[in-house]
C-alpha cells in the first residue's frame, strides 16, 4: 500500500475525461428544472393552504413571527460546516424541501389520518391524540428524511461524514419547522382575535415563548438523529450495505421515538411539556451538540494528518496542512486575502481551504479501504482546483502560518523548522507550473520534493 499521492502533473486543463452524450432526461438543467418546479409548485400548495386556515392577517402575522429564528438556526449550522461547507444550493434545496414539499406531505397525510381514525372509532378527540403522538412523528420525520437521502444519494461528493448529516438534516428541519410555525402563530392570532386577548396573556404570546424562545431547536433536534444515521452510513465502506441501510433507519426511528415523546408530553400531566423538556430535549440537545462540535474537532484532526502527504509531493507548502487544521488561522488567511486582493482573492482561498480539506478526507477515506472507485478521478480533480488557486492561498496561509504561536516549536507533524520559500517572482502567472526559482513547487531538488514520481494507479486498491 503506498503511503504517498501521485507525484503532480502540472495541469493545463479542465481535469476529468471526455464525457458521454447524456439523454435528455440526464442533462442537469433537466432535473435542476424538475425539482425547482416541483417545490415551486409544492411552496405555492401549502402557503394557500397555511392561509385558507390562518386567514391572510393571521398568515402575515405568523410569517413575519416564525421567520426570527430561522437565520440563527441556518448560521449555527453554517457554522458547524465550516471545516469543508457544502455548497449553497445544497442548504437551499433542504431548506426548500423541508418548508414546501415535506410540509405538503405532512399536512395532507396528518389530516387524512387523523380524518381516518377519527371515522373508524368515532371519537374525535382519541383521533387527535393518536395523530399527534403516533402519525405525526412517523409522517413529518420521514418526509423530513427523504431530503438527506436525496443528498446522499445524489450529491454523493458533499455527502461525507457525520458533521454533513447534521447540518442538511437540521437546515430541512428548519425550514419545515418555519411553515408549522406559521401556522401555528396564525392559528392562535385569529384565536385572539375572536377572544380580544392582547399582550403577554395571548395565545399569541404563550404559542411564540414555547415555539421560538423555548424550543426552535425541537424540529431540527429531532431530525438531526435522522443525519447523524446517514452521515455515520457515509463513513462505511462501499460493501457494508447492511450498515449503509440499517443506521439511517436507526436514526430515523429515533427521530420518530423522540418526536413523539416531545408530542406526548402534554399528555404526562400539567407539568409533563417542562418535564420532558428539562429530561429528554435539553440533556439531547446537549449530547448531540457536544457530538457534532467533537466530529468537527476531529475532522481538523484529519486535515493536520493527511495532507503533510502532499507537501511531501510537492503540491502544498509545508505550513498548508498545519494551517488548513486550525480554523483561526484559516480565517487569517481569508483576511489576508480580502485586505490584499480583495473579494475575489479570499473567495479564492475560502475555495482553496475547501478543496484541501475535502481532499484530505478523500485520503482518509482511501486509507482505511472505504474510498470509491472514482478515486484517483477525485483526488485529480481536486489537486488540478488547488493548483489553479494557489496563487492568492500560499502568500495567505504563509501569512497565517506566521503568525501562529506553533511557529516557533516547528509544525508539530514531524518537520521541525518551518521550511521558507520565495515570494512569487514575475514569472508568476495565473497559468498552470511552476514559476522560475520559486521553491514551493514539485520541482528536481526542491526541499521537500520528491525525487521520483509516484505511481499513477490508485494507491489504495488492494
Known amino acids: 500500500m503506498a ?15 471526455t464525457l ?37 392577517e393571521g398568515f402575515l402575522v405568523g410569517l413575519g413571527l416564525a421567520v ?86 445524489f450529491r454523493r461528493r458533499d455527502f461525507t461524514g457525520i458533521v454533513d448529516g447534521v447540518v442538511i438534516a437540521g437546515v430541512t428541519a428548519t425550514g419545515f419547522a418555519f411553515t408549522e410555525n406559521i401556522l401555528y402563530l396564525g ?41 447523524i444515521g446517514f452521515g455515520i452510513a457515509a463513513l462505511s465502506g462501499p460493501r457494508q450495505h447492511v450498515r449503509r ?29 417542562f418535564a420532558v423538556y428539562a429530561a429528554f430535549m435539553v440533556p439531547t440537545f446537549g449530547l448531540l451538540s457536544w457530538l457534532v462540535i467533537w466530529t468537527r474537532q476531529r475532522e481538523l484532526r484529519t486535515v493536520r494528518e493527511e495532507l503533510p502527504a502532499y507537501v511531501v509531493a510537492g503540491w502544498l507548502a509545508p505550513g498548508d496542512p498545519f494551517a488548513l487544521g486550525s480554523m483561526r488561522a484559516r480565517r487569517m488567511a481569508r483576511q489576508y486575502a480580502r ?15 475547501a478543496y484541501a480539506t475535502s481532499l484530505a478526507f478523500l485520503r482518509h477515506r482511501g486509507r482505511r479501504g472505504r474510498a470509491g472507485a472514482d478515486f484517483v478521478v477525485r483526488e485529480q480533480e481536486l489537486l488540478h482546483e488547488l493548483w489553479g488557486r494557489r496563487g492568492f492561498a500560499r502568500p495567505a496561509l504563509e501569512h497565517a502560518v506566521a503568525a501562529q504561536p506553533w511557529r516557533t516549536h516547528g509544525h508539530g507533524y514531524g518537520y521541525g523548522t518551518p521550511v521558507q520559500w520565495q515570494p512569487y517572482g514575475p514569472g508568476h502567472a495565473a497559468g498552470y507550473g511552476p514559476t522560475q526559482g ?25
Open 339 to 353: 485586505r490584499r486582493g480583495g473579494r475575489t482573492a479570499a473567495r479564492a482561498v475560502a475555495q482553496y481551504e
Open 20 to 56: 458521454r452524450h447524456a439523454h435528455w432526461w440526464q442533462k442537469r438543467w433537466v432535473r435542476y428544472g424538475a425539482l425547482s418546479t416541483l417545490l415551486a409548485l409544492s411552496g405555492l400548495v401549502i402557503l394557500a393552504l397555511v392561509r385558507e386556515q390562518t386567514g391572510t
Open 187 to 227: 392559528t392562535a392570532f385569529g384565536t385572539d382575535q375572536l377572544s380580544g386577548d392582547r399582550g403577554i396573556a395571548s395565545v399569541t404570546a404563550a404559542t411564540f415563548f414555547v415555539r421560538v424562545i423555548m424550543s426552535p431547536f425541537a424540529h431540527p433536534l429531532f431530525t438531526v438523529l435522522t443525519g
Open 68 to 153: 426570527l429564528p430561522v437565520p440563527l438556526l441556518v448560521a449555527a449550522f453554517r457554522w458547524l460546516d465550516r471545516v469543508e461547507p457544502g455548497p449553497w444550493r445544497n442548504l437551499l434545496f433542504s431548506f426548500a424541501w423541508g418548508a414546501f414539499a415535506a410540509a405538503l406531505i405532512a399536512i395532507i397525510a396528518n389530516s387524512f389520518a387523523t380524518r381516518w381514525i377519527a371515522t373508524a372509532t368515532a371519537d374525535p378527540s382519541h383521533a387527535d391524540t393518536l395523530g399527534a403522538t403516533v402519525i405525526a412523528p412517523v409522517v413529518e420525520e420521514t418526509a423530513k428524511a427523504a431530503a438527506v437521502l436525496l443528498v446522499f444519494l
Open 438 to 462: 520559486a521553491t514551493y513547487g514539485p520541482t528536481q531538488g526542491a526541499p521537500y520534493g520528491p525525487t521520483a514520481p509516484y505511481p499513477a494507479y490508485n494507491p489504495y486498491r488492494t
Open 3 to 17: 503511503t504517498s499521492p501521485p507525484y503532480p502533473t502540472y495541469p493545463t486543463g479542465p481535469a476529468g475525461g
Open 245 to 273: 441501510v440499517l443506521l439511517p433507519l436507526s436514526g430515523l426511528l429515533l427521530a420518530m421515538g423522540m418526536h413523539a415523546l416531545w408530542n406526548g408530553s402534554s399528555a404526562f400531566g400539567e407539568f409533563g411539556f
